[in-house]
């Protein structure tokens, strides 16, 4: 599984911490990657580029397996 999240930095709050989002997946599934995008909530219309990277490179790991 594929997570992909906005990162702490643009947190309202400054003193806000990024939540370990990966770990709390860990719990729930196999083969859990990701990472924090620095944009906000619409994170493919924000950082499509990104996302686009993270899908293919998901789908080609499970295709290969």
């Given amino acids: 599984m594929t ?3 906005k990162s702490a930095s643009i947190l309202p ?3 806000a ?3 370990d989002v ?3 997946w860990r ?3 196999d083969n859990v990657r990701g990472k ?5 909530h619409f994170l493919a ?4 580029e990104e996302v686009t990277a993270q899908l293919l490179a998901f789908l080609a ?3 290969a397996a």
């Fill in 22 to 24: 990966l770990s709390t």
């Fill in 36 to 40: 924090a995008l620095d944009c906000g």
């Fill in 3 to 5: 997570s992909l999240f």
């Fill in 27 to 29: 719990q729930r599934a």
């Fill in 61 to 63: 790991a499970d295709r």
């Fill in 45 to 48: 219309e924000e950082r499509p």
């Fill in 13 to 15: 709050t400054p003193n």
């Fill in 17 to 19: 911490t990024e939540p």
